[in-house]
């Protein structure tokens, strides 16, 4: 059975004190609330891992993760950092695909897949984000645009590799707007992508795989967007600083 699960992204928000409070306040706040086959992770700043690495090392089903790491396991890369080296925080995740680093650093497909090959050979589960822009949600392209991320950046992999990824549904256009997908437009992508998986690994890999929604999820909206048949939690960019919105979206599975 699949896992459900509510991953914060914080991006590059808050100094080490901050966000070292608010990881314990969520801590302190879902260890009671995480149920059955649920996961809770928060994918901080590099400055923050070890430390609530340490953290979510007592707490069962809350785990951390990383925004990025370099492809390579070492060398001449300055201001990188490393799968090996996030892995030994403590962090189980990264986000790799995020729309704010293909558009803004470039990464391309090509590239992606070599970070997600990097990833699962050092024991991290990559949260591997598709989605379409605004204009490819208006020219009818999205299905072919969401396919082709899927099967540049992860259908290289065996059946094996690929039960260690988490995909995220992220539309660019819903990603820090304030617009959201509507339910019914996010659960057809994410039925599409499941068929799509179906069509490469088969129907079990298929139905075993978590596929997140991510674009302004909030307390408000996240009940009736994960009750959708295909949607098994959410990635949380601006509603996972706030630990009572975060915890809040949480327990939408209890
Ligand atoms: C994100 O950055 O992954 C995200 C979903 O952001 P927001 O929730 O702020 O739209």
Redesign the pocket.
């Given at each position: 059975m699949r896992k459900n699960i509510v991953a914060g992204?914080w991006?590059m928000n808050l100094d080490y004190e901050k966000g070292v409070s608010l990881f314990s306040e969520i801590v302190n706040m879902v260890k009671d609330e995480v149920v059955g086959n649920q996961e809770v992770i928060v994918c901080t700043p590099a400055i923050h891992l070890s430390s609530v690495g340490k953290l979510a090392g007592s707490v069962k089903n809350v785990a951390v993760g990383a925004q990025n790491i370099h492809q390579a396991e070492s060398g001449a890369y300055t201001g990188e950092i490393s799968a090996t080296q996030v892995k030994s925080t403590g962090a189980a995740y990264v986000i790799l695909g995020?729309s704010e680093r293909r558009a803004y650093f470039g990464e391309t497909d090509e590239l992606l897949a070599q970070k997600v090959e990097a990833a699962l050979k050092h024991g991290l589960s990559p949260i591997f984000c598709i989605g379409e822009t605004k204009e490819e949600r208006e020219s009818g392209r999205f299905f072919d645009v969401i396919k082709s991320q899927l099967e540049k950046g992860v259908f290289h992999l065996s059946g094996e590799d690929f039960t260690n990824i988490v995909l995220a549904y992220?539309p660019v256009w819903?990603?820090?707007t304030g617009l959201t997908a509507t339910p019914e437009q996010a659960q057809e992508v994410h039925a599409f992508i499941r068929d799509t998986i179906a069509g490469k690994y088969g129907e079990q890999i298929a139905a075993d795989t978590t596929i997140l929604y991510?674009?302004?999820?909030n307390p408000g909206n996240a009940k009736e967007l994960f009750s959708q048949p295909d949607i098994d939690g959410g990635?949380?960019?601006?509603?996972s600083l706030k630990s009572r919105d975060f915890v809040d979206i949480v327990k939408v599975f209890n």
């Open positions: 992204n991006k995020h992220e819903a990603i820090g991510g674009g302004s999820a990635l949380i960019g601006g509603a």
